[in-house]
Nanobody, 116 residues
């Protein structure tokens, strides 16, 4: 069983920053892809940022230049650095990994609220 535990969400003012973390309960050697999604109230879950093993990250147009996805292999952790946050970034953010031979896994989600 693979577990993903997210942290780092919270309430932040517009223009502020947050860093989300996703701790994965196994090493990254067989992880094919990792990503962050988000789901706002009344909306479908959408891809925010993704990195495929050996490739470059790609981002939703709405977050390009503001968000950065990264990984720490030693800590088995994926990060999402979010800068210049806007009210429309308010959502529950989910971590997702795709593992060779095992499949797809999701975290439980962490709430991000951008409001003054």
């Amino acid at each position: 069983q693979v577990q993903l535990v997210e942290s780092g969400g919270g309430l932040v003012q517009p223009g502020g920053s947050l860093r989300l973390s996703c701790a994965v309960s196994r090493s990254f050697f067989d992880i094919r892809a990792m990503a962050w999604y988000r789901q706002a109230p009344g909306k479908e879950r959408e891809l925010v940022a993704r990195v495929i093993s050996g490739g470059s990250p790609d981002y939703a147009d709405s977050v390009k230049g503001r968000f950065t996805i990264s990984r720490d292999n030693a800590k088995n952790t994926v990060y999402l650095q979010m800068n210049i946050l806007k009210p429309e970034d308010t959502a529950v953010y989910y971590c997702h990994v795709l593992i060779s031979a095992l499949g797809s896994y999701w975290g439980q989600g962490t709430q991000v609220t951008v409001s003054s």
